[in-house]
């Protein structure tokens, strides 16, 4: 959940901020956010992912955490059900972002083109953390709560960029007493905005590692004038993507109303609220019960039953944070006397729609937010560890009841169709395996996402549309099956040469290469006759091949290289055109090659997971997303390249032109050559093998599915310009004048809780934070009073 523009008002003021070094500690850390961060901050999505260069960002980070004799304990996101108003907040929001890339688009301004995290960010990010001894869990649902929890039981600070974490810092006597019973000081959160890192990998002394953060001060805060009781409430009243819009009592409305123009509505909203708090008691329920009657008496159950799904956000899911710890940790930090430790929470609590209910929602005896049901009871032991390590992602279309957004990414508005066309039958396949494991099990009264079919949101055209997606029961006795086996069966694979790539990984690619290749003509695009013809294919196989081989190297040396080919004088190009200028249905299809990759990797594991060890696949091993993928600025410059060659000469330019080229040799010597002749004759037979998989598709896909559009649809935004989102000092961001139904610019894509991250972007680096910054080292420096400091910069 977002409190809306809470971020924006706490950026704003140096008093509850002060320097924090990172080092000699634990620290819990919310993945999703960091693999946000740094992503945003130190790559791009652009030409659909630079796994490459992120991968050794990531790393850089992880290094400097080794240095500094940090441990961190990593929390990853898990399937989250959707409210109907968070569903509609989800809406606005992707619409937007589909807006500006359109708007981009047509104004062949490709560097206005919004910020999103790529596809194969999260794995890279995963893989990386795998060379570390450190532990990661996902978490069954949100991780904020669940975060600042285990931060609490281990004394260390917190990592993490959701506005949730103010409200959580802020409560003298936490809603986090739940969790146990002796006295205890609340967590330090470190906020990634105020993030100063060093990851250029160039420093060497232990000082140059360290990390240096920003701690936040509750008691410096505005939010320390609220009371612990009322400040969930005050969060939900401020405004949620859950709870956007909270009618107020008629002298608060009149006060908004006389806003001055140069305090922001949602500061001067929070403002009016403390102010009109302040009236009552710590613990009354006055407020509470005022704002029910702004609403007809019909409509009273429906905003408390939101007003206790956001309320309930800020309380400890104590059964699955018990379970997460003993995942964590190598002893447990919970024995017999538990129950003693442990007071009483209703996880499985349902509203009857009660002022009462609120009540226990702010005291924190129920957790109304929680998933309607454990949707990994039951699972395999399999299944569920690595479900649990991130090395499988749920369903959430067939778990959760109002469906799932697939990731926004750059694509091509001119296809029909969104880059995630091409997976679609891999999905499909995946939500029958999960209908079948819940049948098998007998509990599929966990697949509240059939009613009665998976709903999955998605683009097409210039819209964001709906599809409806009948999930056909298919009985398998994953005793009996094998996982080649069901993949062949269901994903009409004809024929599946033998394994004779060297290196074996490369068949996985090779395969989904081939399934993305025969889909191409559900998405009205032209394309060649056979996959050695194919521009994006051939440069994809040929920058995974060379990366393979240039293995030799290291990553910051082969970076540069990418990096320089990719920007190679035209003139110096086979074609001697001018053909390296941005092509976005080269990045549609590199996404959608992405796309499917990953549909499919998913499907593999799971199923190993389901079926007997000598059952698992025999065909299928899968390499990192960074080997495969290194650079999406590599692919697009050499399919543009091939592109600009007839259909028939590609196949004999990318084996003989540009794979030497992409093979980083310092010098020329046996060696090399020999290393040149493999890697020809490994591409010459990955090329012959995509040719040779035969798939057996269906002739359309319009029967598997129905597209519907969304209610509101969208007003189309009208924009005569479109502000530089790359510009992140652009105030120009926010509050832009528009026709739009709705008046929100975000520049990120997929990303749960980021509903306020365009100001957020924009403040982390207006002066006022780099201030911040500043002021930390010059405090650092002279050991000067922290304020003063602030008011010498």
């Given at each position: ?396 279309s067939i778990y959760s009841s109002r469906g799932v957004f697939l990731p926004t990414v750059v694509e ?382």
């Amino acid at each position: 959940m977002t409190v809306l523009g809470l971020d924006k008002i706490l950026l704003r003021s140096f008093a509850p901020w002060e320097p924090f070094f990172l080092k000699d500690t634990k620290v819990v850390v919310d993945a999703d956010d960091l693999v946000g961060f740094l992503h945003d901050k130190f790559s791009t999505g652009l030409y659909g992912g630079e796994n490459l260069s992120f991968y050794m960002v990531v790393r850089s980070f992880f290094l400097n955490l080794q240095c500094s004799n940090v441990e961190p304990y990593f929390i990853l996101r898990g399937c989250c059900d959707m409210k109907n108003k968070k569903l509609k907040h989800k809406q606005k929001k992707e619409f937007n972002v589909l807006s500006q890339l359109i708007t981009a688009v047509k104004l062949n301004a490709f560097d206005k083109i919004p910020k999103v995290l790529n596809l194969s960010a999260r794995d890279v990010f995963l893989y990386a953390l795998n060379e570390f001894p450190w532990k990661c869990i996902r978490v069954k649902s949100f991780p904020t709560t669940v975060c600042t929890a285990i931060a609490i039981i281990l004394q260390c600070p917190v990592i993490g960029l959701s506005s949730d974490y103010y409200i959580l810092m802020s409560k003298r006597q936490n809603i986090l007493n739940n969790l146990i019973s002796q006295p205890y000081s609340s967590p330090t959160f470190l906020t990634l905005h105020l993030a100063n890192l060093n990851l250029s990998g160039s420093s060497k002394s232990i000082g140059e590692k360290e990390m240096l953060f920003h701690k936040f001060i509750p008691k410096l805060s505005i939010l320390a004038r609220s009371s612990d009781f009322h400040l969930p409430l005050l969060a939900v009243l401020v405004g949620t993507d859950v709870v956007p819009n909270v009618r107020l009592p008629l002298e608060l409305q009149e006060k908004l109303q006389t806003n001055n123009s140069a305090i922001n509505y949602a500061q001067h909203r929070l403002s009016v609220l403390l102010e009109w708090f302040s009236q009552f008691d710590s613990n009354s329920i006055k407020p509470l019960e005022d704002v029910i009657n702004c609403y007809p008496i019909e409509q009273r159950t429906s905003i408390i039953n939101d007003m206790i799904h956001g309320i309930s956000r800020f309380v400890c899911p104590v059964e699955e944070t018990k379970n997460v710890l003993s995942l964590l940790s190598d002893k447990s930090y919970f024995n017999d006397t538990s129950t003693n430790t442990f007071t009483t929470v209703k996880s499985a609590f349902r509203s009857s729609g009660s002022v009462e209910d609120v009540i226990n929602s702010l005291e924190g005896t129920i957790v109304a937010y929680l998933w309607h049901e454990d949707y990994t009871n039951g699972w395999p032991p399999r299944l569920l560890y690595n479900f649990r390590k991130g090395i499988l992602f749920s369903k959430p279309s067939i778990y959760s009841s109002r469906g799932v957004f697939l990731p926004t990414v750059v694509e091509d508005p001119k296809c029909p169709f969104s880059v995630h066309e091409t997976s679609f039958l891999i999905r499909r396949l995946h939500y029958q395996i999960h209908v079948s494991l819940e049948r098998s099990l007998s509990m599929e009264n966990k697949l509240v996402g059939l009613n009665p079919d998976a709903i999955e949101y998605m683009r097409q055209n210039d819209k964001l549309v709906m599809y409806r997606i009948p999930v056909k029961y298919i009985p398998l006795d994953f005793s009996k099956v094998s996982t080649d086996e069901v993949i062949k069966d269901n994903l009409g694979f004809v024929k599946l040469p033998e394994n004779n790539l060297i290196p074996k990984l490369l068949y996985s690619l090779a395969v989904v290469l081939s399934f993305w290749f025969q889909q191409l003509k559900y998405t009205s695009i032209e394309i060649p006759s056979a996959f050695s013809e194919s521009s994006v294919g051939l440069a994809v196989a040929s920058c995974a091949v060379a990366n393979i081989y240039n293995d030799s190297s290291s990553i910051s040396e082969l970076c540069e290289f990418y990096n320089n080919l990719s920007r190679i004088p035209d003139q110096l190009s086979i074609s001697g055109s001018n053909s390296t200028s941005f092509r976005i249905d080269i990045v549609h299809s590199f996404n959608a090659i992405q796309s499917t990759f990953n549909s499919f990797k998913d499907l593999v594991k799971t199923l190993n997971c389901l079926v007997p060890e000598n059952k698992q696949s025999n065909y299928f091993t899968f390499a990192q997303s960074w080997i495969l993928f290194p650079s999406g600025k590599l692919v697009h410059f050499l399919a543009t390249q091939l592109a600009s060659l007839e259909p028939c000469g590609r196949r004999y330019s990318v084996i003989r032109v540009w794979l030497p080229k992409l093979l980083f040799i310092k010098e020329r010597n046996p060696d090399a050559t020999s290393r040149l002749t493999k890697a020809i004759n490994t591409l010459i037979t990955f090329i012959d093998l995509c040719d040779m998989i035969k798939i057996s598709l269906p002739s359309s896909l319009d029967s598997f599915y129905s597209i519907h559009e969304l209610e509101s649809n969208y007003v189309r935004e009208t924009m005569h310009t479109v502000p530089n989102l790359c510009d992140r000092n652009n105030t120009n961001l926010v509050h832009k004048p528009s026709n739009s139904a709705f008046n929100i610019i975000f520049p990120r894509g997929f990303r749960e809780r980021r509903e306020n991250r365009t100001s957020n972007k924009r403040i982390y680096n207006k002066p006022s934070a780099e201030n911040i910054v500043h002021s930390a080292q010059v405090r650092c420096l002279f050991q000067s009073n922290f304020h003063s400091t602030y008011g010498k910069t």
